[in-house]
């Protein structure tokens, strides 16, 4: 059996770099383990409404669907913070476009 390098092309966080971003400048993707993916706001459909656009995005881009471990709501009730914190647990591989590369990889065969 031969073993095959596959190349990832990985920002400074280790994400692909054609990873759709979170829009809204309060959510954002955080470190591995488990890459947590946050959506923060005040209204939570607002909240949902953004990561579920993100997730579209992302399960577009990645061509199958992300690995979301555990969905995570909390709140945050200090003051001039958004209220609702809501995080999707990501399979840092699929962050970092593992599963793309490899179909881009076995094409080019």
């Known amino acids: 059996m031969t073993e095959r390098t596959i190349q990832l092309e990985l920002d400074e966080q280790g994400l ?3 990873l759709p971003a979170p829009s809204h400048p309060q ?3 955080h470190d591995v383990p488990y890459r947590p993916v946050q959506f923060r706001d ?3 459909p607002t909240a949902l409404e953004r990561c579920a656009h993100w997730l579209r995005s992302a399960q577009e881009w990645l061509g ?3 690995d979301v471990v ?3 709501l909390d709140y945050d009730d200090r ?3 958004p209220y609702y914190d809501l995080k999707l647990l990501c399979n840092e ?3 970092a476009g593992a ?3 490899l179909r881009d990889a076995a094409n080019e065969s």
């Open 42 to 44: 005040d209204d939570l």
């Open 64 to 66: 199958e669907p992300v």
């Open 99 to 101: 599963p793309r590369a």
């Open 93 to 95: 591989e699929d962050l």
């Open 27 to 29: 959510d954002h993707v």
């Open 79 to 81: 003051e001039g913070a």
């Open 16 to 18: 692909a770099l054609g």
């Open 70 to 72: 555990s969905i995570h």
